[in-house]
């Protein structure tokens, strides 16, 4: 690339994150921190960017607007990037994935707007509608729509939206089309509880999970897949979906007629999707006097509370800050390459964390 082509694709970034690093210009462009600090200058000394130690911003008129945009925007679009948010209202998954948007949002010196909407697809477009009303320049989503219960309506609607789109924790196809997207292989972090489990010895790995979100589809998908290649599969690997979960927690109520179940059964291995679910199973097991994890070993599913178990409960821990970080970079690319950016998917794989709620099994549970 050319000093050229290679300033005028920096002055690019400039305009549509604010802000640059020159790390992250050298990491990018793959040149030497020498070259992009003598590009940095070049730009500064053309008028259209302010350097600083480190990095450069886009320099502003003394109408407060970017100088090369001043008079350019009679109509009031905003001149700095601007990223819309909009993510369950419910799910406290998403808090940690916020941080990361925050993070990354906060590095790179752009706007940010932030909406929490509920599991309903008819108040979530209108939501979504007022938020793009706003013009902002990207939109980061993750909406309610479920993988086993296609809406083409709204896969249409998703797909039609005018601003550069990134699904966030959501995938979305529909005949060829796609929009960008980053996520979690919910789907590969089972499959490692459920490796976890059997290796310890366990004949038998039930999960309880609430399963009403692509995340909850995904884990139950992998479970499925995982006893069967496993050959721990049949009577003594069933699921329970709690139903009447709320927010990814269940009553005691019903957590007592899962535990009737695991003792009937025989099930000694327990995958709890989420947390939520996970440490008030964990409490009423040892309220009946099992041993976890000699009686009953429990591996919980996202991580947000689970170290704070007694015991300590190991996890499935997906990379959410990370994934709220790479979701924010995905969109600046978007916009930074405009109507010919290709579609991007990240696939981000979790970690098992381990701790005190898994060993090998002693004895079957007994009520």
Same mark, same amino acid.
């Given at each position: ?14 305009? *549509? ?13 793959? +040149? ?15 008028? +259209? ?45 998403? *808090? *940690? ?13 752009? %706007? ?36 086993? %219960?296609?809406?083409p309506d709204y896969a249409d609607w998703l797909l039609g939206l005018p601003v550069p789109v990134v699904l966030v ?6 005949a060829g089309r796609a929009l960008s997207c980053v996520r979690s292989d919910h789907e590969w972090g089972c499959e ?15 999960? +309880?999970?609430?399963? %009403? ?114 979701? +924010? ?21 979790? %970690? ?16």
């Amino acid at each position: 690339m050319l000093a050229l082509q290679r300033q005028a694709h920096i002055l690019n970034l400039v305009r *549509s994150r604010g802000m640059v690093r020159t790390a992250e210009l050298v990491a990018e462009l793959g +040149v030497s921190s020498m070259t992009i600090r003598r590009d940095l200058e070049a730009l500064a000394e053309q008028g +259209v960017i302010d350097k600083f130690h480190g990095g450069g911003a886009l320099r502003t008129s003394a109408t407060g607007l970017p100088a090369d945009t001043a008079s350019a925007a009679p109509d009031g679009r905003a001149p700095h990037p601007h990223v819309a948010i909009v993510v369950p209202a419910d799910d406290y998954y998403f *808090s *940690s994935i916020v941080a990361g948007i925050r993070e990354a949002l906060d590095d790179a010196a752009v %706007r940010r707007s932030l909406a929490r909407s509920a599991r309903a697809p008819n108040d979530e477009r209108k939501l979504v509608d007022e938020m793009v009303g706003a013009d902002p320049t990207g939109l980061l989503l993750s909406p309610s729509i479920e993988l086993d %219960r296609p809406d083409p309506d709204y896969a249409d609607w998703l797909l039609g939206l005018p601003v550069p789109v990134v699904l966030v924790e959501r995938e979305v196809t529909d005949a060829g089309r796609a929009l960008s997207c980053v996520r979690s292989d919910h789907e590969w972090g089972c499959e490692q509880a459920v490796r976890h489990l059997t290796e310890l010895g366990h004949r038998g790995v039930a999960l +309880v999970t609430h399963g %009403r979100s692509q995340s909850g589809t995904r884990v139950i998908n992998g479970w499925r897949a995982a006893v069967e290649r496993l050959g721990v599969a049949g009577r003594r690997s069933p699921m329970y979906i709690a139903a009447d979960a709320t927010a990814g927690w269940a009553t005691d109520e019903g957590i007592e007629a899962i535990l009737d179940q695991l003792a009937e059964s025989g099930v000694t291995g327990l995958i709890c999707h989420s947390d939520q679910i996970a440490l008030p199973l964990a409490r009423r097991a040892r309220l009946r006097g099992w041993s976890v994890p000699d009686d009953l070993s429990i591996v919980a599913y996202d991580d947000e509370s689970a170290e704070m178990a007694d015991p300590p409960l190991t996890a499935v821990s997906p990379p959410k800050a990370w994934i709220g970080r790479t979701a +924010v970079r995905t969109l600046l690319e978007l916009i930074a390459d405009g109507d010919d950016a290709p579609v991007r998917r990240v696939v981000a794989q979790p %970690r098992l964390v381990l701790r005190g709620s898994t060993a090998a099994p002693r004895t079957a549970s007994s009520g």
